[in-house]
């Protein structure tokens, strides 16, 4: 009888352990990244995740209507140079921005439009660190 519980036990535990196995097994998906965050006050010019934003360096001015608004923002943060590029050239297509040009050298100038207004963002790294220095305003 003591035998037939401690095989009864034993077949319990084992069918508990491959119910946990398969649990911790299976593959959940990472959760998506967070959205970037915007430059403020423009909602549709976007910032790569942990950038941060330089407030001594940067300014805007926008009249008391919102119909004119004019910046210059400077950011930096722990990225490469192309992976920021690529990440301006989807996201500022996603945003409804067209891109005019693009210079590529020490710094990488990308210029785009929309609507009536324009937006330049200026790209570079320093020992694994990226800065990006971007200009809005109406056309």
């Given at each position: 009888?003591?035998?037939?519980?401690?095989?009864?036990?034993?077949?319990?535990?084992?069918?508990?352990?491959?119910?946990?196995?398969?649990?911790?097994?299976?593959?959940?998906?990472?959760?998506?990244?967070p959205p970037p965050e915007m430059v403020?006050?423009?909602?549709?010019?976007?910032?790569?995740?942990?950038?941060?934003?330089?407030?001594?360096?940067?300014?805007?001015?926008?009249?008391?209507?919102?119909?004119?608004?004019?910046?210059?923002?400077?950011?930096?943060?722990?990225?490469?140079?192309?992976?920021v590029v690529s990440f301006y050239q989807?996201?500022?297509?996603?945003?409804?921005?067209?891109?005019?040009?693009?210079?590529?050298?020490?710094?990488?100038?990308?210029?785009?439009?929309?609507?009536?207004?324009?937006?330049?963002?200026?790209?570079?790294?320093?020992?694994?660190?990226?800065?990006?220095?971007?200009?809005?305003?109406?056309?």
């Amino acid at each position: 009888m003591v035998k037939r519980l401690f095989l009864f036990f034993l077949f319990g535990v084992w069918l508990t352990g491959c119910a946990t196995w398969e649990e911790m097994t299976t593959a959940t998906p990472p959760p998506p990244p967070p959205p970037p965050e915007m430059v403020y006050p423009f909602s549709d010019i976007p910032i790569p995740n942990g950038f941060e934003r330089d407030h001594s360096k940067s300014f805007v001015y926008e009249s008391g209507s919102g119909a004119v608004k004019v910046g210059r923002f400077f950011y930096s943060g722990w990225s490469s140079l192309g992976d920021v590029v690529s990440f301006y050239q989807d996201e500022m297509i996603n945003k409804g921005w067209s891109m005019v040009n693009s210079i590529k050298y020490e710094t990488t100038i990308l210029n785009y439009e929309k609507e009536g207004w324009v937006c330049a963002l200026m790209i570079k790294t320093t020992l694994g660190r990226a800065y990006i220095e971007i200009q809005a305003g109406p056309k």
